[in-house]
């Protein structure tokens, strides 16, 4: 038995590995940070023989309340990620399975590979209307890449989506792929109406340092980058620096930065309410935007998130406050759970990878509902 996590994402710690019934784990802290949660690893195994895997002190992890009613996820092909019974009990997460084959990944979510950001880049700036632009270097001396969608002029809107800051929240990135497919689709209408009215710039992994580490919240040098908005550098948060003084030549008109929740089991968007220069204005966007995913796809819902900041009390050193602030422009940070969404559970799967994916070309289409006021 043996139990692997040097690889893309990788991240576990092994404690006990010689009983297949008491395999004892833990979880890597972030490089010079106390955040932990992400975690991947691969078992190679006898199979068809019950396996008992526990990952010890979660109460002292990121999010604690994240590990209530989660189950973990596996994969034998690293291309379909079902979801393991867990249970979580006194800070051990606990979860068990009879392997079908000799090797098996687990993870916290389906992770979303450095390959695969590269392939996706790859694909995208292959058709027409895009193209990749690299902005500058990681800390690790990675690319900083965006995509230009569109043919910009001085009366179309410029429309931003961010995703992934937060590096192990990688859902973020499967609703990134699955946008980015419609997008470039040039047989599908939400994409024509959009493109002829507005050019989009799309940064499918804002953290690509933090992503390859297996990190679940920072960059190479342990930095929060959504809390980096106001005062970025080249020093502690190049990915933040390099795009925001990008949003700064292009414009920037509307701005959906995507992420992942721990511990909250639906779909849901932050605003802006709490900016200072809040106004009715971009509260009839919000109100818009919000009333068109509703009436989109049931996967998305307005009764529970976050609480609502009071006016004036935003932290902008958030992403999305930050250019709400700065552009007088319509921002959501959109949410999606780790565990499942309550309002469709699936057992089998939870919220997943695919459902990412589908979410992502559905929040494309509630943008042809605003693109005409976004000025």
């Given at each position: ?5 040097n690889f893309?994402s990788g991240?576990i710690?092994v404690?006990?590995a ?29 199979p ?14 990121a999010?604690?309340?994240g ?15 079902f979801?393991v ?8 997460l606990t979860?068990?399975l009879e ?9 916290y ?11 996706l880049l790859?694909?995208?700036q292959?058709?027409?209307l895009?193209?990749?632009e690299t902005?500058g270097?990681?800390?690790d ?10 043919q910009p002029?001085?009366?179309k ?6 995703a ?7 859902m ?10 419609k ?14 009215k507005?050019?989009?710039y799309?940064v ?7 992503s390859a ?7 190479a040098?342990g930095v929060?980058l959504?809390?980096?908005w106001q ?5 502690n ?14 414009g920037l ?7 992942g929740?721990e511990?909250i089991?639906?779909?849901f968007?932050?605003g ?11 509260k ?15 996967e998305?819902?307005?009764?529970h998130?976050y609480d ?7 932290n ?9 602030e ?8 959109v949410?999606?759970?780790f ?13 997943s ?7 992502g070309?559905?929040?494309?289409a ?5 693109v005409?006021?976004?000025?």
């Amino acid at each position: 038995m043996k139990i692997s996590s040097n690889f893309d994402s990788g991240n576990i710690k092994v404690i006990e590995a010689t009983d297949p019934l008491n395999i004892q784990l833990e979880i890597n802290k972030d490089h010079q940070s106390e955040f932990y949660q992400w975690f991947h690893f691969r078992l190679e195994t006898t199979p068809y023989q019950l396996h008992q895997l526990n990952i010890n002190n979660l109460d002292k992890s990121a999010y604690p309340d994240g590990w209530v009613d989660y189950q973990a996820v596996a994969s034998y092909d690293r291309q379909t990620w079902f979801r393991v019974p867990s249970s979580y009990e006194n800070g051990t997460l606990t979860f068990e399975l009879e392997p079908e084959c000799s090797s098996v990944y687990f993870a916290y979510f389906a992770p979303y590979s450095y390959d695969r950001h590269l392939d996706l880049l790859s694909w995208a700036q292959s058709q027409e209307l895009c193209q990749l632009e690299t902005l500058g270097q990681t800390l690790d001396g990675r690319d900083m890449s965006v995509l230009k969608i569109g043919q910009p002029s001085a009366d179309k809107k410029v429309i931003w989506v961010t995703a992934r800051q937060h590096p192990g929240e990688t859902m973020a990135e499967w609703f990134v792929e699955g946008l980015l497919h419609k997008l470039l689709d040039d047989e599908d209408p939400h994409a024509a109406a959009l493109l002829s009215k507005a050019v989009f710039y799309v940064v499918p992994n804002m953290n690509p340092d933090g992503s390859a580490r297996g990190h679940l919240r920072t960059n190479a040098k342990g930095v929060n980058l959504n809390r980096e908005w106001q005062t970025p550098s080249m020093e502690n948060s190049p990915e933040v620096y390099l795009v925001l003084n990008k949003m700064r030549e292009a414009g920037l008109d509307m701005h959906l930065d995507i992420h992942g929740d721990e511990a909250i089991p639906y779909n849901f968007v932050a605003g802006s309410e709490g900016i200072p220069s809040y106004d009715a204005r971009l509260k009839g966007l919000e109100d818009s935007f919000k009333a068109a995913l509703l009436t989109i796809t049931p996967e998305f819902q307005d009764t529970h998130g976050y609480d609502k900041d009071e006016p004036g009390q935003a932290n902008l050193t958030v992403g999305s406050s930050a250019t709400a602030e700065e552009f007088k422009a319509l921002t959501y940070t959109v949410e999606m759970p780790f565990k499942d969404n309550n309002d469709l559970p699936d057992p089998d799967y939870g919220w997943s990878d695919r459902r990412s994916y589908q979410f992502g070309q559905d929040t494309l289409a509630a943008i042809v509902n605003v693109v005409d006021n976004l000025r």
